[in-house]
């Protein structure tokens, strides 16, 4: 599968994914493909993986993964918690 194929199969299960779970009474409202962005993306042999993120500002993102060797297309979403600096950790 090409890149951007690929891209557009992700976006579009972001927002099926984002759609089928959002209340009808949420302020967000429903996402459209234009409310979806890509984060990073990647392409290796017949594999593509990328990693997306919507304009609503609920620390959601997601990951999906395009295996070429089984037709299989995998889905995660994930909710950012916490962003925390940690200093020196590595010795110099």
């Known amino acids: 599968m090409n890149s951007g194929k690929f891209i557009s199969i992700a976006k579009q299960a972001v ?3 984002f759609n ?3 209340d009808a009474t949420d302020k ?3 996402l459209t493909l234009e409310d979806v962005f890509v984060v990073w993306a990647c392409k290796t042999l017949q594999n ?3 990693l997306l993120s919507t304009n609503v500002s609920d620390g959601m993102y997601y990951e999906i993964t395009y295996n070429g060797d089984r037709n ?3 889905f995660d979403a994930y ?3 916490e962003n925390i600096v940690t200093h020196d950790v590595i010795p110099v």
């Open 20 to 22: 089928g779970r959002a």
């Open 48 to 50: 593509n993986k990328a």
């Open 79 to 81: 909710k950012k918690w």
């Open 28 to 30: 967000n409202g429903k």
């Open 72 to 74: 299989e297309l995998y």
């Open 15 to 17: 927002v099926d994914y």
